[in-house]
């Protein structure tokens, strides 16, 4: 890979958890300052790498047992690869993608992702639901009856990541143009109901827009914060919306910002979901250059 490239990727859930917190109860992640949800890199990752895993990839972090049932350590995973660092870039997307620190005998070394993502964060503030139930099947202390549930969940939420595939940390990890292909494809799947986020609180992700601007060959600048250029219009209360139908997406500043930047940009690559608004269109707010939508 050697063009530099920055990514936005908006998705929204409706009454599930996009990210729970073990250490709270598995509750959402949110600002107790602002109201805002905000979602983890490693959870995007481990979207794209579960992903990865149905489309046939090879991936290195994942979750192994070995013969006596035991979680398999990194190291375990390792010797698979005779304990081998070019073995493992060869073969594993998701350490030519993300890197990952591989330790010898004391010895350690590491591989820096040359693709990283910011924390996610919702576009609106939110306000969380605890939705109690009970299960068919009592348990052994309650015969006579269900055990109570409880599941922590947002109504709605419309969470935007922002992310870059640097070219000199690429020549590390020999990540390709197709891996990045590759990536923004399963991280368009994985938040259609795919892999593990069927499970029940991670059920209702939708991928809604996802823009990739390729920058020109040799080019060392970028943009940068692409999150903090898009915002919503809507005429309810940010806690009350409940579906994408009922905001419209602003990229006006971000469409300011591409103006100045022009000159830098090779291209630039997108998908949109169904039933989202903008308010200019994809052809207006890169005007000039080459678009192309991508097919997955």
Request: with cysteine; aromatic share 8%; charged share 35%.
């Given at each position: ?45 481990r ?38 660092y ?60 269900g ?68 920058y ?62 903008l ?18």
């Amino acid at each position: 890979m050697k063009n530099r490239r920055e990514f936005l990727f908006l998705y929204d859930v409706s009454w599930a958890n996009p990210n729970g917190d073990p250490m709270d109860e598995n509750k959402p992640r949110i600002d107790e300052e602002t109201g805002i949800n905000y979602v983890t890199d490693v959870r995007l990752k481990r979207t794209v790498r579960d992903q990865l895993v149905d489309m046939g990839y090879e991936v290195f972090l994942k979750e192994e047992r070995g013969e006596d049932d035991k979680l398999k350590t990194k190291e375990d995973i390792f010797a698979k690869y005779d304990n081998d660092y070019q073995k493992v870039l060869d073969k594993c997307i998701d350490i030519r993608l993300f890197g990952g620190t591989f330790a010898i005998k004391n010895q350690q070394r590491s591989f820096t992702g040359p693709v990283q993502f910011k924390f996610g964060k919702s576009l609106h503030r939110v306000k969380p639901e605890l939705v109690k139930g009970t299960t068919v099947m009592p348990s052994a202390e309650q015969k006579a009856q269900g055990t109570m549930t409880e599941v922590h969940v947002l109504p709605y939420s419309l969470i935007v990541f922002y992310g870059i595939a640097n070219e000199k940390a690429a020549e590390d990890t020999q990540l390709k143009d197709e891996d990045i292909d590759t990536m923004l494809k399963a991280m368009w799947l994985g938040h259609k109901g795919s892999t593990d986020v069927i499970s029940r609180s991670k059920f209702g992700h939708e991928p809604r827009l996802l823009i990739e601007i390729i920058y020109r060959e040799g080019t060392l600048t970028h943009m940068g914060e692409l999150d903090k250029l898009v915002k919503i219009n809507t005429d309810k209360r940010d806690e009350e919306i409940r579906d994408i139908e009922e905001v419209e997406i602003d990229l006006t500043k971000l469409k300011e910002k591409v103006q100045k930047y022009k000159d830098k940009i090779e291209k630039v690559r997108y998908k949109l979901g169904d039933r989202v608004r903008l308010r200019e269109n994809v052809e207006s707010i890169f005007e000039g250059l080459p678009i192309e939508e991508l097919s997955f």
